[in-house]
């Protein structure tokens, strides 16, 4: 596939650009020269998003009217913006479902871009590497969500999909390496299963919010995208350099200490989601650069400050 730069500088709108990766989102476009109006759900978001150079809209993703206001005032849209409430985690993908269908309609027949967010997981279970191609059969979850949005290029939008990896990352934040590191550091310790051999998939933020950007500007309709660097970082190797840059002891964990200690996260430890992004670099002209994983691993969890604020307050 050749890829085509295009450059129309468009209006924006944005859902979630005060988040981990909307703040690098909405820096990227307006560096692009695009005009950004960003959803903003308080007065002290709308200052951020005043100071970053966006145009805030008050409201929140429970305002379908706003948000098809928004987008139908815009040229495309970015929706970032999810409830992490999983202990409501039906009702949040509702609600996003809500908001997907909104922005959708809004643009229905107008060929103007609409980019939403998912995930990596949602091509869980291939029993190979999964590419931009693989689909659940019957979505659910945040799936159905992707699947939504996906619809709506037979709507008249050029609708496509950002699948973001489960170690989303910088310096503070590494995402499922972050919730691994504050076990490690409540516990006094961490472990692996089994041979530890199964793999994450990961992604600096930068990298990922210059994959929205581009899929924005010349993202094709029906496309999913995924936003992977490293296809592949076994656990067994995250977890000891968590164990080993906070000077904790590494174990091997049998099924029942597994479920134990890491709870409600234990399937996803035990889970491998080996992802390609050889598709979406290739079709994008997207090529992430930055500092993996690993590195910013050791670099959070070699300041003090950021260990301190993994401890959880005892009783």
Same mark, same amino acid.
């Given at each position: 596939?050749?890829?085509? *730069? ?28 695009? &005009?950004?109006?960003?959803? #903003? ?38 929706? @970032? ?13 509702? *609600?996003d479902m809500a908001a ?5 309609? +809004? ?6 871009? !609409? ?5 990596? !997981? ?35 939008? =050029? ?13 503070? =934040? ?39 950007? +581009? ?11 995924? $936003?992977? #660097? &490293?296809?592949?970082?076994?656990? *067994? ?8 840059? !906070?000077?904790?002891?590494? &174990? ?5 200490? #597994?479920? $134990? ?11 491998s989601n080996p992802t ?5 670099? #290739? ?9 993996? !994983?690993?590195?910013? @691993? ?6 003090? +400050?950021?260990? $301190? ?7």
């Amino acid at each position: 596939m050749k890829f085509k *730069k295009k450059a129309l500088i468009m209006k924006v709108f944005v859902t979630g650009g005060n988040g981990f990766i909307g703040q690098v989102v909405v820096k990227t476009l307006i560096e692009h020269g695009h &005009e950004v109006l960003a959803l #903003a759900h308080s007065d002290h978001s709308a200052q951020q998003l005043t100071q970053a150079g966006a145009t805030p809209v008050k409201g929140s993703l429970d305002d379908l009217d706003g948000l098809s206001t928004a987008a139908k005032s815009s040229d495309g849209v970015i929706h @970032l913006a999810f409830t992490n409430d999983f202990n409501h985690y039906d009702e949040a993908v509702a *609600k996003d479902m809500a908001a997907v269908k909104a922005l959708g309609d +809004a643009l229905a027949n107008t060929d103007k871009p !609409l980019v939403n967010t998912s995930g990596t !997981l949602m091509a869980v279970g291939m029993g190979r590497t999964a590419t931009e191609q693989d689909h659940m059969a019957h979505p659910v979850g945040r799936a159905a969500s992707e699947a939504l949005a996906l619809s709506y290029a037979q709507q008249g939008v =050029r609708a496509s999909v950002v699948r973001l990896a489960p170690t989303v990352h910088d310096i503070q =934040r590494q995402g499922f390496g972050s919730i691994l590191a504050q076990m490690a550091v409540n516990h006094g310790k961490i472990g692996y299963v089994g041979d530890g051999a199964n793999v994450w998939p990961s992604v600096h933020r930068n990298d990922a919010a210059q994959l929205f950007v +581009a899929a924005l500007e010349n993202g094709e309709a029906g496309a999913t995208y995924n $936003a992977v #660097a &490293e296809e592949g970082v076994p656990v *067994k190797t995250i977890v000891e350099t968590i164990g080993n840059t !906070l000077r904790v002891p590494v &174990e091997h964990f049998d099924e029942e200490t #597994a479920k $134990a200690y890491f709870g409600w996260f234990e399937p996803t430890v035990v889970g491998s989601n080996p992802t390609s992004s050889t598709w979406t670099q #290739a079709a994008l002209d997207w090529h992430p650069h930055e500092t993996g !994983l690993l590195d910013d @691993l050791k670099t959070c969890l070699s300041t003090p +400050a950021n260990v $301190a604020a993994l401890q959880q307050p005892r009783n």
